[in-house]
């Protein structure tokens, strides 16, 4: 399989904390996304990070690339409880192809 | 902002039936996207449109699917005889090109096939 994996399946943490999710992925990609999906809504876009780039922050959010081991983290800072939702990485092979969806970490940022 | 938007957003519908999944997209974008979300799994590709036409599509996207734009803002995804296997969130989404550019998602039809 070329999709991205997440890890953890589910992260639990205090309002105020850092939130770390890891993605991983198989094969060469053009580029990595990350999207959230607060529970019954659509997916919105995070970042996008292309693979020749190393690092890419917006807000709270920095995303972190390393194609050497064909991972990616997305990291968000003084997390609140309106953070909780799901995030999902989602890569890009070739830039001609339709994104690929990793499971998805579910994240609960506790008041 | 502009969004995406997409109707109806709850669908339920008798197995056999047709149905048809409606959305609009944003209105520069060029690239349209059906995807779907069986409960509590992964976010599944169905199809890609540009240009009036199907850039690709996966192994779900059978001869039971159809998609058309209808006219110059309406993107529609045709189920002909749905199956309870059919039973998902159905996303539609867009871009402004194809490649490195983010995907704008709509909030779903949520689909129940009986």
């Known amino acids: 399989s070329q999709q991205g994996e997440e890890d953890p399946q589910a992260l639990s943490i205090q309002e105020g904390e850092n939130a770390t999710m890891n993605c991983s992925y198989k094969?060469?990609?053009?580029?990595l996304q990350w999207y959230r999906q607060n529970s019954g809504r659509g997916l919105v876009h995070l970042i996008l990070?292309?693979?020749?780039?190393r690092e890419k922050h917006s807000g709270r959010l920095r995303v972190t690339l390393d194609t050497s081991k064909k991972s990616s983290s997305l990291l968000i800072t003084a997390s609140r409880a309106a953070d909780t939702a799901s995030y999902f990485c989602?890569?890009?092979?070739?830039?001609?192809?339709?994104?690929?969806f990793g499971k998805g970490t579910r994240l609960s940022v506790i008041a | 902002e502009p969004e995406v938007t997409q109707t109806p957003s709850h669908q339920v519908t008798q197995m056999g039936q047709e149905v048809i999944l409606r959305c609009v997209p944003i209105?520069?974008?060029?690239?349209f996207y059906w995807y779907r979300q069986i409960l509590g799994q992964k976010v599944e590709f169905l199809v890609s449109?540009?240009?009036?036409?199907?850039?690709?599509k996966s192994e779900i996207f059978d001869d039971q699917f159809s998609v058309e734009r209808p006219d110059g803002s309406n993107f529609t995804l045709k189920i002909r005889s749905t199956k309870l296997e059919d039973s998902a969130m159905y996303f539609c989404?867009?871009?402004?090109?194809?490649?490195?550019?983010?995907?704008?998602f709509g909030d779903g039809t949520r689909l129940s096939i009986l």
């Open positions: 989404a867009s871009s402004v090109e194809y490649s490195n550019q983010p995907q704008h």
């Open positions: 094969t060469s990609i053009n580029n």
């Open positions: 990070i292309r693979s020749n780039e």
């Open positions: 989602a890569t890009d092979f070739r830039g001609n192809t339709p994104l690929v």
């Open positions: 209105s520069n974008h060029l690239y």
């Open positions: 449109f540009y240009n009036n036409e199907i850039s690709e």
